[in-house]
């Protein structure tokens, strides 16, 4: 199980910083360019979308990482990460892997036994 959890919290941790990335971009051609935010719609909340975009997978890679080692810290962090990218970046078609691989990464890094069986 922590194996399970190592894998899909790195995936959803690369994953994220994919979606990260672009919307982080969006939100400062948004700052560089106000009118685009009249055609758009623009953002509800861009303090929260720019932190998450940072701190959401990094908090997924963390916990992948510790996952093997310190199972309830790292699903707990893989489950922060989970929330805060559901919060920052709603659930749609390109939020929706990285979302459902965090949370159940957390919830296998949670219910891993200790030690492992092998």
Known sequence: MRNAALTLGLIGGLWGMLVGFF???YTDLLIR??????????VANMA?????????PILAIAGAAMA???????????LVSSAGMYLAFGFGVFTMFPIAMCALAGLLALGARQPDPH
Do not use: D, K, Q
């Not at 360019?33 to 623009?42: I, M, R, V």
């Not at 929260?48 to 959401?56: E, G």
């Open 23 to 25: 919307s982080f971009g």
């Open 68 to 78: 093997r080692s310190a199972n309830l810290v790292g699903g707990g962090l893989l």
């Open 33 to 42: 360019y106000p009118e685009l935010a009249e055609l758009t719609g623009g």
């Open 48 to 56: 929260l979308i720019r932190s998450m975009s940072l701190v959401a």
